[in-house]
């Protein structure tokens, strides 16, 4: 994520570990926003903030900083009786003075209130000299120092994998301090230039946004100048003991700070940085930062800063750099970090970056199916994750907390600009997105002035576009009402297809593909207008048509039943009632990883309907999860049942659709129809060792989009679909 979120909130993000498939629940990452959750004090309209000039000194081991800020301020009016600027309330001030010929402190007052939705801040007032003319730039200087100490905290999260949960931290392990830290004087919506003047204990060095002016070691310390010259909504200071790497692209510092276990892995990160910035350059214009740099982080996080993203060690050391994880960080550089969002109108940043990075990256590789998976997913995870009734339109949207939102705000935004793209056509849409990082860098946008850019360069009205998309929550459910082969041309024997699509509830205006299966194994693909509850369309084929798909290649957002989709663990995982099936058979080894695995579930799932049962107990309810194999739990056979001839289990093998796997270091991941309702699924899974299930079994809710998965040593190394046990998109003639 980029800039435009974390301040929001920093629990917000998805990190993308290696190991999860598409950017559906998991490929999502963290981003700063600078929508700080305090009232809006008058002072925002009387004065701009130029720059912070920051000189900190940082004490790990007493989690301390002392600071001295010399702010500069642009009057807006004349003679402003006062500002008020938000401050951690942990920091205590020695005084501030206007730097001036007297240079005497000035009157503050402060009070607490609430920051955001778990810390709190205090605000404080400063009365002003009333000689300040309208125009005239001056300088307040602040001193203040004290304690920034919230450790982070594990998430509270079995599938949703955010980082760990901190407003703010000084310690031995590491320094983190963000926008939601207010760790210097804050005044809304200000974007500000900084000079940050950092020193830290020797071995440390210290990382933040913009260009390193100098390091040095002095008087048995190591102090460091940065130069921010972008204008920024927050400002994140991060330290720690790193290992840098460098080289230069195009003018561009390229940089790691990695840990020493971890930095000979610089080289990987850095080629993949070169390689995403040499693209996305192409696509979205110069890049605005002087640097770019992959920094390790102590706790879990995938935040993206202007100028440098903060990953986690467990993900630096699982390769993070896939189009969906590295690469969307980087697009964040143009779109969230230089062009901020408009938070407090909705959130457009987090789809378009979504459709650039994690999408379309797969388009401009000439990898069609894989692209084809992510338009897939993206639709899965809307009709798993957003019910009906708790649905709410892409507009809304301002960050994440759950896979709802991750399912509205991020893929169905991403699907969103998908079809953007096919409405005002390729060309039109890329030149509209140079525009908008061109005219918007620097300054806030939201989605009315998206929608200007793309009307004004694709020449036409889209406000019925992005009314409708946008604006309005839901997507159509389309279904194949009728469809009958007739004559056409009789004297030619010419054939025509007569189809009756509708959609339920309010209609969309769209433009639907549908494939058509023709005899001798042809097919055609055509285009048909809707508008209406219900449209009768004539479509001329040349052959015989045997089959009839709506939209089988996934270009229109649109909501699927859940017999639309394959049996997977995620149908698992969004039943309203599920159950858990435990082994009773083994030995204790044996059964010991899936017992972890189930208690995970109940403390972490708390809320959630789950019920936990031995494999020689009754009835079981709703979708089911049957934890060990073969001659482990009772079940095993009957769980995959529904797959019919597709699966072979043996308490040393499996044979899924003909192809065997076998070995000690063996684990699957199996699901299949219920066979007793449609709408349902039992999901099998198992390891042919102790140590071959728990490997899986800490990770086993990142796999959940495919049918079937089979791991060794941890790894996967196959994968695969079932067809979904039945579509009201397809229709055999």
């Not at 240079?103 to 007052?109: F, V």
């Not at 020493?260 to 696509?283: G, N």
Request: contains cysteine; negative net charge; glycine residues 8%.
């Amino acid at each position: 994520m980029s800039l435009a979120h974390t301040l929001q909130s920093v629990r917000s993000i998805v990190l993308a570990l290696a190991v999860i498939v598409c950017g559906l629940a998991g490929r999502v990452d963290a981003q700063q926003t600078g929508s700080y959750r305090t009232s809006s004090p008058s002072s925002e309209r009387v004065v701009e903030v130029l720059s912070h000039d920051l000189n900190i000194e940082l004490h790990p081991n007493r989690h301390q900083l002392d600071v001295l800020d010399r702010m500069t301020f642009k009057a807006l009016v004349s003679s402003p009786a006062s500002l008020s600027l938000v401050l951690n309330d942990a920091l205590q001030v020695a005084d501030i003075r206007l730097v001036n010929d007297k240079g005497a402190p000035l009157a503050i007052t402060t009070r607490s209130e609430a920051a955001h939705s778990e810390e709190s801040a205090q605000r404080i007032t400063i009365t002003l000299d009333d000689s300040i003319a309208a125009g005239h730039v001056f300088v307040l200087e602040w001193t203040y120092h004290g304690l920034i100490n919230d450790p982070p905290r594990e998430p509270r999260h079995l599938r949703f994998v955010t980082p760990s949960e901190t407003s703010g931290y000084i310690g031995p392990e590491g320094v983190y301090l963000s926008g939601e830290t207010y760790w210097y004087p804050h005044l809304e919506k200000a974007l500000p230039v900084f000079h940050v003047h950092v020193t830290t204990p020797i071995g440390w060095s210290a990382v933040t946004q913009g260009r390193q002016l100098s390091q040095t070691i002095q008087e048995g310390k190591t102090v460091a100048d940065w130069e921010i010259v972008a204008k920024t909504e927050a400002l994140t200071l991060v330290a720690n003991r790193f290992i840098k790497a460098q080289q230069d692209w195009q003018g561009i510092e390229i940089a790691t700070y990695l840990f020493a276990e971890d930095a000979p892995l610089a080289q990987e990160y850095l080629d993949a940085s070169v390689r995403y910035l040499d693209t996305y350059t192409k696509l979205l214009g110069p890049y605005p930062f002087p640097k770019f740099a992959v920094v390790e982080n102590f706790f879990a996080s995938g935040l993206g800063m202007p100028s440098f993203t903060l990953l986690g060690s467990g993900v630096i050391k699982r390769h993070y750099i896939q189009p969906y994880a590295l690469g969307h960080e980087i697009v964040h550089s143009w779109i969230g970090n230089w062009v901020f969002n408009r938070s407090e109108q909705g959130n457009w940043v987090e789809g378009l970056t979504t459709y650039v990075a994690n999408y379309y990256y797969e388009e401009l590789m000439g990898t069609p199916e894989q692209a084809l998976d992510q338009r897939r997913l993206m639709t899965y995870g809307y009709a798993l994750y957003v019910r009906p009734e708790e649905d709410y339109p892409v507009g809304r949207f301002t960050h994440k907390s759950d896979q709802k939102d991750n399912a509205i705000g991020y893929q169905k935004a991403a699907m969103i600009f998908h079809m953007l793209r096919r409405e005002v056509g390729n060309e039109a849409f890329w030149n509209g997105l140079t525009h908008l990082v061109r005219e918007y860098g620097e300054g806030y946008a939201d989605w009315r002035d998206v929608e200007q850019v793309f009307s004004r360069v694709g020449r036409m009205d889209l406000r019925w576009f992005f009314a409708q998309w946008v604006d309005r929550a839901g997507a159509p459910g389309i279904t194949v009402q009728h469809a009958q082969v007739k004559q056409f041309k009789p004297r030619d024997g010419g054939l025509a297809l007569d189809l009756r699509v509708s959609q339920e509830g309010r209609p969309f205006r769209m433009s639907l593909p549908i494939r058509v299966g023709m005899s001798a194994g042809r097919t055609m693909v055509v285009w048909i207008s809707l508008d209406a509850a219900e449209q009768a369309v004539t479509v001329a084929v040349p052959a015989q048509p045997v089959r009839v798909e709506i939209d089988p290649d996934f270009e229109i957002f649109r909501r699927l039943e859940r017999t639309d989709i394959p049996p997977m663990l995620n149908l698992y995982v969004t039943d309203r009632t599920r159950s858990v099936v435990l082994p009773t058979q083994g030995t204790d080894a044996h059964r010991a990883p899936y017992r972890e695995l189930a208690a995970r579930m109940s403390m972490q799932d708390q809320g959630k309907p789950l019920s936990i049962q031995a494999d020689d107990e009754g009835d079981l309810a709703g979708s089911i999860l049957v934890l060990g194999g073969p001659g482990v739990n009772r079940r095993a056979e009957w769980a995959v049942s529904g797959c019919r001839d597709r699966i072979s289990l043996k308490e040393d093998r499996v044979s899924i659709e003909e192809q065997s796997f076998q070995g000690s270091d063996v684990a699957v991941l199996i699901s299949c129809p219920h066979p007793e309702h449609p709408d349902r699924v039992i999901t099998l899974f198992y390891g042919m060792s102790p140590s071959a299930s728990a490997k899986v079994g800490r990770l086993l809710f990142f796999y959940g989009w495919q049918s079937y998965l089979v791991f060794r040593d941890g790894k996967v190394v196959a994968r695969g679909n079932f067809s979904s046990p039945h579509s009201s998109l397809k229709v055999a003639l």
